[in-house]
């Protein structure tokens, strides 16, 4: 959250803090003059889903972007913020036309978005082209933070395979020897189902099938069928947003349940509970929040979001959070100066804060390191039951930034 009283800092104050600065040789970043008087807003160009089975997810991030800046009188870094939104589908190949239109037409300072890995895929590789500094407040895709890292692309989120990674363990601890997982069979699904079978068999266990089902598809019947019929001790799936609410219904109906242990990456039972009902009761996951994290952040962050939207944050909610707050450190750095954008970028890099997610900063990569936790649904809330993995910083495979 915010350092208190930044914001009562006036324009006197920042002169003589930058003169001070001076003789103290501090860095460029704070001798900068006071934010641009009169500039007009600064324009964050938005690509998330509003429609389909990805829509609540986008609604949150936009959702909560919104409440921090608000919290802060409309204003980040001295200067006013114009949202510019774009509905992404969720359709990868809309991703080149849609970013473009963002950059070019609307002539956006900072782009964010998306939700989805194929549309993230597309949009960074027009990012890393341009130049623009973007923001992924969700998208997952290990390749981002990987090989195709860029020094202008952050991400407040997760890499795909860390949800996996972090649940191989729990779930051995919890007595399951062998497993099937069933995931939408795309970049994002696949690198989930990856980074849990390497934590799974690491751990002793044996994962006997992996079920991909075509994104975005909620026909589960056969692959239930399937999982029936091997009868492992655990399933680990991978599905979100409207899929997840259909997947834990189905599984529940069909009379698995009690019989094989659901398991998942957190995007299972993240924002869908009350959706899912009665059938989400004990599911285990991992993510890198739960709703019953008790620090001041997160309690003040929920209050705050259930009295401006009528319903619960989840994990989407906070990711959108920290984007604003992310870009509140790079512009405050720079007196909202977007023209100085190595410095942006360099405290971007170097942002460290107290999210509702727990201490947020970045690794390397850009990409946060931070707790993975083991969480189950009691009464509808995703609560914490342990760490899972402290700390998990992204591979971050073939990333050549220094
Ligand atoms: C992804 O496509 O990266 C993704 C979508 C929804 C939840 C988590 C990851």
Redesign the pocket.
């Known amino acids: 959250m915010k350092e208190p009283n930044r914001k009562a800092v006036s324009r006197r104050t920042v002169l003589r803090g930058a003169a001070g600065a001076a003789v103290l040789g501090a860095t460029p970043a704070l001798v900068r003059a006071p934010a641009l008087a009169g500039a007009a807003a600064v324009k964050v160009g938005v690509l998330l889903p509003y429609s389909g089975t990805?829509a609540r997810?986008g609604s949150a991030i936009t959702n909560a972007m919104k409440l921090y800046v608000d919290q802060n009188d409309g204003k980040l870094g001295g200067r006013s913020i114009e949202f510019v939104q774009i509905d992404s589908e969720a359709k990868p190949p809309k991703a080149p036309e849609l970013t473009t239109k963002l950059i070019s037409s609307h002539k956006v300072d900072i782009l964010v978005g998306p939700?989805?890995?194929g549309v993230?895929m597309g949009m960074a590789k027009i990012a890393r082209e341009e130049g623009t500094i973007t923001i992924i407040p969700?998208?997952?895709?290990d390749q981002i933070t990987g090989a195709l890292c860029a020094p202008n692309v952050f991400r407040t989120s997760f890499t795909?395979s860390q949800p996996g990674l972090a649940c191989g363990k729990p779930m051995y601890e919890d007595g399951m020897r062998t497993a099937v997982s069933c995931f939408w069979n795309y970049g994002?699904g696949k690198q989930s189902a990856s980074g849990f079978r390497e934590s799974f068999e690491t751990a002793g266990g044996k994962v006997v099938k992996e079920i991909g089902v075509p994104f975005p598809d909620v026909e589960f019947q056969s692959a239930l069928t399937e999982i029936a019929s091997i009868g492992p001790d655990a399933v680990y799936v991978f599905f979100?947003g409207g899929g997840a609410v259909k997947w834990v219904k189905d599984y529940a109906a069909a009379g698995l349940m009690d019989r094989i242990k659901l398991y998942g990456a957190g995007?299972i039972t993240e924002g869908v509970t009350e959706a899912q009902g009665e059938a989400a009761e004990g599911v285990r996951s991992t993510l890198h929040y739960a709703d019953t994290l008790d620090n001041r952040e997160n309690v003040a962050f929920r209050k705050a979001y259930k009295k401006a939207f009528g319903n619960e944050a989840d994990v989407y909610a906070v990711q959108g959070y920290d984007t604003s707050h992310l870009i509140d450190v790079g512009l405050t750095a720079v007196s909202g100066d977007t023209g100085a954008r190595d410095d942006l970028i360099a405290a971007m890099a170097g942002a460290k804060f107290a999210s509702p997610r727990g201490p947020f900063q970045l690794s390397k990569a850009h990409n946060p390191i931070q707790n993975f936790y083991l969480r189950e649904v009691r009464n509808g809330v995703n609560e914490v039951i342990r760490i899972a993995v402290e700390a998990l910083e992204d591979p971050a495979k073939g990333c050549k930034l220094s």
Request: glycine share 8%.
């Open positions: 990805y997810l939700v989805h890995s993230a969700n998208a997952g895709a795909n994002a979100a995007f």
